[in-house]
């Protein structure tokens, strides 16, 4: 087929996938009649294509005009095939017919026809084509009368195949398929070994053996192992294996687990997991292999791969027994199987492997360890338990542990838990720092964020007073209220004005006082809005902390920042920055915008005094994402600043 129509046909399927079972609409098939009589040949066989899909009827008198009177045998022959899948036999005579045209297309095209729709009236026609002048009209008769009348066929098909020839036809070897016999599958495996062949050849021969019937199962075993199971002549053999008799195959597979060739025993163990995960296999494999000392690692690992996903429970030993393995992706792969099982134990089982030499052996342990029953634990408890681990300088053993303490920690683990973690708490970024976050979280049930974020150099509590008149022009910004003039007073009056529609409008005065507020994420961030006491939609905010300084040092605020919002920051009464960011100023990615809008870290940098620096943020909405954090990093080092520590002010 030419290749710009192959193209065609991949891009021009009536519907979309799911969609393929349902019939035609008389407008739909109106338009696929209409192309037939349309000068382009490429978009004519795009029409026959679908009309012969759909077995459309109506459209055979204009099928049948292309096909008498079509402008090349090709389209011709097209035609004619299309006819064969509306009409079935009555197409027959036509194809004889065809069979014995000078043009070798047409010849070709009505052996396909015979093929589809000829039954045993083909086979004369067939054996008449055998000796034809063009190769390819001759193999494609020599499947088609081996599929009828495979011993006749033989002696002509085994002429054609020699092993030495460099292109055997596909036709040629599905004629071998149908053919069956002893004689005719050791040519296919011959021509698949052949020195002049390829990768296409091998890929083509296991193609062929689709046709033919279970006495190939063998072979086709045979020729499957010698691929990885990621290749695609794996994944073939695996997919024509699976639609076998699966007594036959599971007898094969057997066989050829006990081969003393090593070579193919790795993809042999695929082979049975993909097509045949039986407990009688998998019983064979576990006894037999575990006797053997010849087997190569990548055959010991597929096995374990293998039985992982027969009935973990029912081979304790085998898995086991390779956890001693001096191989540490066999002793990796052991421990990941061995971690499948249910054991109250595993802690202990694991204790050695949780700190083995290979890092992967180590990540793999403590992994695996989350899978461990719920009563499952250390004597000397979990924390203790992932020291070592803690001080590993492999980043994956590092991050396994810490999520490990994170899933399988207790909330009483919390304290000691933030200790052990400070190191990696106080680095600027990484996913060490996130990870150890994130863990104290889970282990705190989310009820100690503030905490955590205060480990990290963030405010993670404030004193804060609001809200204060604003609105969508950010004029209340500009305005000096109350905690500007008097910051440490008990309370302060305020207006407030209803913004939302429905309801009654409920403009009033408020009295407000400062309240304590806490870091609702690990990151430090509070959403003003929430601890607003009354509905706002724009507004005005103030939060104080008192830092404590053990020596006079130069530092780094990190602020963020988003869009339509304003932050004012005065430290020790001096203003240090005055930020207002309009719409679409952050600029951000889609995703940033559907997830409610982009943030932005601003560095300011500002000298600490010793001892008590009072620290204030104004803070105001005018239509963004209200939300404030702030975080205290050392001016020069990529860490948090160290001699701080943070109280709120009292009144």
Known sequence: MPCCLIALLSIAPLHSHGQEERALTALEIHQWTKLLSSSDWVQQAVALEHLGKWKVEQSTPAIRKIFEHGKSSWIKGRAMLTLAKIQGEALVPDAKKAALHSDPILRKAALETLDLVGGETSGPVALKLLQDTNMEVRAMAAALYARQHPEEAWPTVERLTPPDQREISNDLLKA????????????????????????????????????????????????????????????????????????????????????????????????????????????????????????????????????????????????????????????????RCRGLIPDKDLFETFRVYVHDEHSEVARVALKSLQRAPW?????????????????????????????????????????????????????????????????????????????????????????????????????????????EEQEDAETYKAEYRWEFGGGKANDRELELFWTETMAQTTEGAIHVAAQMPVPIRHAVAYAKVDLYSESEQSVRFLLEIRE???????????????????????????????????????????????????????????????????????GKKREIASGITLALSKP
């Open 176 to 335: 071998l398929a149908h053919v069956g016999s002893d004689e005719a599958l050791a040519r296919l495996e011959i021509l698949f070994h052949a020195p002049n062949g390829n990768n296409r050849r091998k890929r083509e021969v296991m193609q062929a053996l689709a046709v033919a019937d279970d006495e190939s199962i063998p072979l086709l075993v045979r020729l499957t192992v010698h691929f990885s199971p990621g290749q695609v002549e794996f994944q073939l053999g695996q997919k024509l294996l699976a639609s076998r008799t699966r007594a036959k195959v599971s007898e094969t597979l057997r066989k050829m687990l006990l081969v003393e060739e090593t070579k193919f025993l790795a993809n042999t163990a695929s082979l049975m997991t993909a097509v045949c995960p039986t407990r009688e296999l998998g019983d064979l494999l576990s006894v037999s292999w575990m006797k053997r000392k010849d087997l190569p690692q990548k055959a010991i690992q597929a096995a374990l791969m293998a039985l992982s996903k027969i009935e973990p429970s029912s081979y304790k030993e085998f898995f086991t027994h390779y956890l001693q393995s001096e191989d540490p992706i066999t002793r990796a792969m052991a421990v």
């Open 375 to 483: 009563d499952s634990k250390p004597k000397e408890g979990l924390l203790e338990y992932l020291a070592q681990s803690f001080e590993s300088e492999e980043e994956s053993v590092l991050l396994s542990a810490i999520d490990l303490l994170g899933q399988r920690g207790v909330a009483e683990d919390f304290e000691p838990a933030l200790l052990a973690l400070k190191p990696f708490l106080k680095e600027e970024k990484g996913v060490k720092r996130e990870a150890a976050a994130q863990a104290l979280a889970k282990l705190s049930r989310y009820e100690r964020n503030a905490d955590i974020a205060t480990a990290q150099g963030y405010v993670g509590r404030w004193e804060m007073v609001g809200p204060f008149l604003n609105d969508n022009r950010n004029s209340g910004f500009e305005k000096k209220y109350g905690p």
């Open 564 to 634: 339509r919002t304003s932050q004012k920051v005065w430290l020790n009464d001096q203003v240090v920055t005055d930020l207002t960011t309009q719409h679409n100023d952050l600029g951000g990615t889609p995703e940033e915008r559907r997830a409610g809008g982009p943030y932005r870290i601003k560095t300011i940098k500002v000298d600490l005094k010793k001892g008590s620096n009072r620290l204030m943020i104004k803070t105001s909405t005018f239509g963004g994402r209200w939300w404030m954090a702030l975080r205290i990093m050392d």
